[in-house]
């Protein structure tokens, strides 16, 4: 069963701006971490940015200052706007929810691309 939906995914010029939702479902208990990471052909899994769920956040370097993740934490759904799009930030995105026991969950990504 799928237990992490991604959406919201699309084409965007560069400079624009996506909006992504990830829903948990309500099978996965005692979250403690909702967040985003992306996956490019040929290269390494990168952190996006993530959210304990008292609200502390870790962003990755390079997209600090243009992305934003927020929770829903009673309806285990997370967010990520993101902003002043760049070609770089081509990927497909992934969503996961961790437990307190670190077990993860991940979605089946939503691809973003960004044209120049």
């Known amino acids: 069963q799928v237990q992490v939906v991604e959406s919201g995914g699309g084409l965007v010029q560069a400079g624009g701006s996506l909006r992504l939702s990830c829903v948990a479902s309500?099978?996965?208990?005692?979250?403690?971490?909702m967040g985003w990471y992306r996956h490019a052909p040929g290269k390494q899994r990168e952190l996006v940015a993530t959210?304990?769920?008292?609200?502390?956040?870790n962003y990755g370097d390079s997209v600090k200052g243009r992305f934003t993740i927020s929770r829903d934490n009673a309806k285990n759904t997370v967010y990520l706007q993101m902003d002043s799009l760049k070609p770089e930030d081509t990927a497909v995105y992934y969503c996961?929810?961790?437990?307190?026991?670190?077990?993860?969950?991940w979605g089946q990504g939503t691809q973003v691309t960004v044209s120049s």
């Open positions: 996961n929810a961790r437990n307190i026991l670190e077990t993860t969950y």
């Open positions: 309500e099978s996965i208990t005692r979250i403690y971490s």
């Open positions: 959210m304990m769920n008292n609200g502390s956040t």
